[in-house]
Each structure stands twice: as C-alpha cells, then as structure tokens.
C-alpha cells in the first residue's frame, strides 16, 4: 500500500546518526550516553542522578495510594491480569525429555536468560502499562536482572511510572532514553542478554542493529491499526479506535478498510468532528494526514490488504468475525468482534502489548514469557546407547572427513571411563 510507505530518506538518516551513537557508546560507554541525553534532552545528567532510588518509587506508590486508590486498583487490576496470562504461557512452555533403548535421554528445557533490558517510552505521553508488559513476563520467566530504562524529563520520572514500578518489584529502574538507551544496555555496565519493549524511529533502528550483539525482540517502529469493517459497525466507534491509535504518535498509522461506501463516509465525518476538539489535535493531524487511510475493498480485497501489510493490531468489526479469522495468519494481534477494541488489549486484558511493526508479524510473535527464555538441548546416553551409536556416528565422521569425531564415539564403546 503507497500510502503506507515510509520515508527512505528519512530512514537512511535514522540510520546513519543511530550508527554514529552506537559507535559512541561502544567506545565511550555512559559518558557518551550521557553526552547524547544533554544534546537530545538538554538535560545534563549524572550516573547518581539517573539511577532512580527504590525509596523513591514507594514513595510514588504510597502517595498514589493515598491520593487516587482507584488508580492504584486499576494498575494492580492490570497486573494482575498481565502476570495470570504470562503465567498461563510459562505452563504452556514444557521442558521435552524422549527416552533412548539402553536407558538415556535427549531432550530439552527452558531456560532464564541472565539480564535483560526494557525500554519503556516516555516521549509524547508516558507508559506504566508498558512497563507491566515488559516486566512481568521476565519476572515470570525468572529472569534475575531486570533493568529498566525510560526517557528522562526535566521534572523528574513521571509518578505514576514510579508508583507502578514499585508496584511491580522493579529495583533498576534508569532514566536514559533513545537509541543511547538501547546501546548502553548492550554495550554498557548492564551489558544484557536481551533488549525489549517498544520506542520510536530511533529506538528500533538501534535495536535493528545491536541483532547479533545480544538477543532483541523485535524491532518495533511505529503503532499500526488495520480495521476491517462491513456495514455491522457502528461509525463512532470505528473513528475512536483509530483514533486511539492515531494519538500515539505522527508516525502512527491507522486505517480503515470497509466495502461499504456509506460507513467510510460516516467514519470520515466522525473523525474531522473529534479531532478538531481533541486535547492531542497536533498529534491526530500528523497521524492521519500522514498515515491514515480510509479504503474501500471488499472482502477478498480487504483480506489481502490485510496479509499483506501484517499489521501490529488488526480489528475485525464485521458480521461473523469468526469466519474470517482463519485466513488473518500474519497480524501481530487480533481483536475479534465488536466489542473487542484494541485499548482493552492496550490496558491489560491479558495478552501482551508489545507487538512486532513493521511488516516484521509476518514472522515474529508477540513480546511473552517465551521472550524471556532460552531453549536447551539435553543428552543423556548410557554406556549400551553410545555403544549401539557409535557403530554410525563413526561411519558418517569418516564420510564427512572428522576422523576425530568417530574416534570420539568408537572410545565410548570400547572403554569406561
């Protein structure tokens, strides 16, 4: 879809300054970190000062507690539903062990990754949501080091992050944002395992070129939000879900495709009506003008814009959404039936909210406890099993020219230990 195209200029120069601040980092380490955050923020900042003390979340808690315990019960309630999902996927995650004839074993378990680093947004708006995402499914996973990182503000770490990592057991929590974030994770004191959790531009270019330093989880740009409608659905909430979708960022991409002329019409009214009185109108007119599409297209149409384009979230607002789930396989989330809005996804009905952008869903799965983890395979012969498999592992050696490795399995079966 044109009108889905990104800038390549622009993509190229993202490119090429993320380069520059990764190459930074890797030689200078924080200081240089530290050196973009002044250029970028205009904050000068320290090591003490970026490292936010665990006091200071309960702190944020405890005054949340007492001034809006609604608020607290609605990020608890999130939590909650968070953690019970990523648990369900934990249970779901069994370790395999086949026996062999002569009594050993081959197989495999999960395993924790060590460290991992997730990066919670805080631009345009600020994400304790995102930092339950990011959180919890390591925590579940039971991976031992957690360091959080969000972008830092003039007047300090948005309470309500604070009070929701405190929430969340989290003890590292780092005010360092943008592509020099993402490398002093990898290349710094941390030096983690594993990046995840979503950002702008600059943030995913980052994470792009760190694959192969350490384990990424996707590399997420820009929000995206595919509506397939038919005449069913109601006018209004179709605007305001693209709208929700629209008010993340000017980048964010939020389309509407429906067959039926009269709903495209309607939708298109809704919208000019509700941005001209929303409190984020700049953000809505970039978005939309920029990245927001209402298209006509029948089903068969509709569907493979659909699959072609592999949106982040994908809304079917049609008669029988049932029907056409089975040939929706390259969306990063599906949300099924009318009443089915993306924010419930959004805010913690359970699945997770980070999801691949970018046309990456076609291969890539939602961030989960499975992110978190690592799979090991496991041998366990016996003295009858290695002798039984030596005969052929030492013949298939010798074809492949590794005398050694057939030496290796003929001791097995000659000798003890």
Known sequence: MASLAR????????????????????????????RYTEAFDGLRLDEDVIRVPCAAMDAALAGLRASDPDL?????????????????????LADLELPLVSGGTVGERWVPLERVGVYVPGGRAFY????????IPAQVAGVKRIVAVTPPKAEGVEPLVLACAALLGVEELVTLGGAQAV??????????????????????????????????????????????????????WLAEDLLAQAEHDPDAAAVLVSGDASLLARVESELQARVTVSPRRAILEQSLSRHGRLVRADRNLAIAIAQAWAPEHLELMV??????????????????????????????AGPNHVLPTSRTARYSSPLGVATFLKRQ???RLSPGDAA???????????????????????????EKP
């Open 7 to 34: 800038d390549e200029d622009a993509e190229k120069d993202t490119r090429d300054k993320v380069a520059g601040i990764l190459a930074d980092v890797r030689r200078d380490g924080l200081p240089a970190a530290l």
């Open 72 to 92: 607290v019960a609605a990020l608890e309630t999130l939590a909650a539903n968070v953690r019970r999902f990523a648990e369900g996927q934990r249970q779901a």
């Open 128 to 135: 304790p949501s995102t930092l339950a995402m990011t959180v």
């Open 183 to 236: 490398a002093w994770l990898a290349y710094g004191e941390p030096s983690v395992d594993l990046i995840a959790g979503p950002g702008n531009r600059f943030v995913a270019e980052a994470k792009r070129q760190l694959i192969g330093r350490c384990g990424i989880d996707s590399v997420a740009g820009p929000t995206e939000l595919l509506i397939l409608a038919d005449a069913s659905a109601n006018p209004t």
């Open 319 to 348: 008669r029988d959404p049932e029907a056409w789930v089975p040939q929706l396989t390259t969306a990063g989330a599906l949300f099924i039936g009318a009443s089915s809005a993306e924010a419930f996804g959004d805010y913690g």
């Open 377 to 379: 395979s496991l041998l």
């Open 388 to 414: 039984a498999m030596a005969p052929w592992v030492d013949r298939l050696a010798q074809a492949e020219g590794l005398p050694h490795h057939g030496a290796s399995a003929r001791l097995r079966s000659r």
